[in-house]
């Protein structure tokens, strides 16, 4: 089953950039998990305001750059994995976020799970 | 959180951190089968603890503390056969008494004992039934159950092919070593043979009703990523997971809503899956780029390819495929191989071309009794407007054909030409 995990934060706060220690740890595990064949892609996104929304409201297309002040939570980054469960998606989702929590102490924010739709299939 | 729940939250973190559990103790104790054996231990003391104090913060460090501490056991109640053997006890013990550096441990770049698990696991000398059951379990951390379920057979079968294999390994002194040099594309090639084995075993079964049955295409698919990931310079490595990737991204159409199977020229190509044919065009580019062209995955991937790039089946570029074949023919002197680069030549220069080939092989004693050989003869025949060798020969595959439905096809056919 092919999952994306989403990491999100709250705008509100600004934590500025991940520290050293968290990138490093956040390398390695990216490392390890490619190397054991689970993980297909992942990136960090940079920040929303250098980003654009193509938005349909009433009927309208409208495109519409940074930066967008509503915004209240913004996704950081992204893995696509696969995994044999939802439970290993969300155990290695687990590590992922107790390094934030090691390596980047006061940061809050949000690993959202979620599986591909589409047949179970490889 | 449910009993059944935390079984399943445990076995999943066990699944994750297994590879580098066996990785380590393989190299304490320089025994894969016992490494393995060990890591099963630790996940049945985590199996027992968790349950009442919870997950740990560091579950990764939890079971690798218990895994040593388990490989420390053992080999304190080994015999003291030798000084070496004191020495190692000695080291280990102390590195025990110190508080270990977890973080070292956990970040090992584990590449080079994984390629080395993977070798074993994998070793042409072991039976060859018995090798993607040692896979599955040593490298994708499959249960015996769920490998039993995968391969549809009993439990007390795979777990009696797991002890003859890690039996054989321990007895032949295999159970830890490194091919180098030559050995290394011979034993490359082995593993290779496990992991499209693998794959084939799930993308030809049905997956059925049962939901629990382990997606074998996909655990060959981790597989060749982690090789190609450890080795990136294996042109075959990247040729397999290209042949791979495009094969399963027709998992979709390859079946009607009954379950029947759709043939590939009658497919509908729009539920092909476009991102995983984009990833498997790239291994097969990476393949050639490593000089693997000729290989046998790679060519294999790059006559799937062609399918893949057609919008309809009518754009198949049939003639590229002749040639593919062709060489791959060349590579594996099998008259199947032949019999697909007939239907091949009969699509690209037309059905006598065909025929031509086909004769060629009628009696290969590796075709006596296949039914493929006189159902394209049929196809070819019937193109030809020879109704009546057409129809004999329709007759005659359906008098081969294993299984019901097709047998059914092929009289059809048969009738068609009266």
């Known amino acids: 089953m092919r999952f994306m995990s989403i990491v999100t934060s709250p705008r509100s706060e600004t934590y500025g950039n991940p520290t050293p220690e968290l990138l490093e740890a956040m390398g390695k595990l990216a490392d390890r998990e490619i190397k054991a064949g689970r993980m297909i892609d992942n990136g960090g996104l940079m920040p929303i305001e250098q980003g654009a929304r193509i938005t349909i409201r009433n009927g309208e297309l409208s495109v519409l750059d940074g930066p967008f002040v509503e915004a209240k939570e913004v996704i950081g980054g992204y893995a696509i994995s696969e995994f044999a469960s939802k439970e290993e998606a969300v155990a290695l989702a687990v590590e992922f976020m107790q390094l934030h929590k090691d390596h980047m102490p006061g940061w809050e924010g949000t690993c959202e799970v979620r599986a591909f739709a589409g047949p179970p299939t490889a | 959180m449910t009993a059944a729940d935390a079984h399943r939250t445990i076995l999943a973190v066990w699944r994750i951190e297994q590879p580098r559990l066996i990785t380590s103790l393989a190299r304490m104790l320089r025994d894969v089968p016992l490494a393995e054996e060990l890591t099963q231990d630790a996940l049945l003391a985590a199996l027992e603890c968790w349950p009442q104090t919870g997950v740990p913060e560091l579950p990764g460090a939890w079971l690798m503390t218990t895994a040593r501490r388990l490989a420390v056991d053992h080999i304190r109640r080994l015999p003291m056969l030798d000084r070496n053997h004191a020495f190692l006890l000695h080291e280990l013990e102390q590195e025990q008494a110190e508080t270990p550096d977890y973080d070292a441990l956990l970040d090992d770049d584990i590449g080079d004992e994984m390629l080395?698990?993977?070798?074993?696991?994998?070793?042409?000398?072991?039976?060859?039934?018995?090798?993607?059951?040692?896979?599955?379990?040593?490298?994708?951390?499959?249960?015996?159950?769920?490998?039993?379920?995968?391969?549809?057979?009993?439990?007390?079968?795979?777990?009696?092919?797991?002890?003859?294999?890690?039996?054989?390994?321990?007895?032949?002194?295999?159970?830890?070593?490194?091919?180098?040099?030559?050995?290394?594309?011979?034993?490359?090639?082995?593993?290779?043979?496990?992991?499209?084995?693998?794959?084939?075993?799930?993308?030809?079964?049905?997956?059925?009703?049962?939901?629990?049955?382990?997606?074998?295409?996909?655990?060959?698919?981790?597989?060749?990523?982690?090789?190609?990931?450890?080795?990136?310079?294996?042109?075959e490595a990247h040729g397999l997971l290209a042949l791979m990737e495009l094969n399963a991204s027709r998992t979709a159409a390859r079946t009607d809503p009954a379950g029947e199977p759709i043939l590939l020229l009658d497919q509908d190509r729009a539920l092909w899956d476009r991102a995983q044919i984009q990833r498997g065009m790239r291994s097969l580019a990476r393949a050639e780029e490593r000089g693997g062209a000729g290989g046998f995955y790679t060519l294999q991937a790059a006559i799937v390819a062609c399918h893949a790039r057609a919008a309809r089946a009518a754009e198949t570029d049939w003639l590229r495929i002749a040639l593919l074949y062709a060489e791959l023919s060349a590579v594996t002197r099998s008259p199947i191989v032949e019999l697909n680069r007939a239907i091949a030549v009969g699509m690209a220069e037309g059905p006598a071309s065909g025929l031509v080939i086909l004769d060629r092989i009628a009696d290969a004693p590796e075709l006596a009794g296949y039914h493929l050989l006189p159902s394209v003869r049929g196809d070819l025949l019937r193109r030809l407007g020879r109704h009546e060798e057409a129809r004999a020969a329709f007759e005659a595959a359906a008098a081969l054909a294993g299984n019901k439905r097709e047998r059914e096809l092929l009289l059809k056919r048969a009738r068609e030409m009266e």
């Open chain 2, 116 to 235: 080395r698990l993977i070798f074993t696991a994998c070793h042409p000398l072991l039976p060859y039934d018995t090798r993607p059951a040692l896979a599955l379990r040593m490298i994708c951390g499959l249960t015996t159950a769920e490998i039993a379920r995968a391969f549809l057979v009993s439990e007390a079968t795979v777990a009696q092919r797991i002890v003859r294999a890690k039996r054989t390994l321990t007895d032949s002194g295999l159970a830890y070593e490194t091919p180098h040099g030559e050995e290394l594309a011979e034993r490359l090639s082995s593993v290779l043979e496990v992991i499209y084995l693998i794959f084939n075993e799930g993308y030809t079964a049905a997956r059925g009703d049962d939901w629990l049955r382990p997606d074998l295409c996909s655990e060959a698919l981790r597989l060749a990523r982690a090789v190609v990931a450890i080795a990136p310079h294996q042109p």
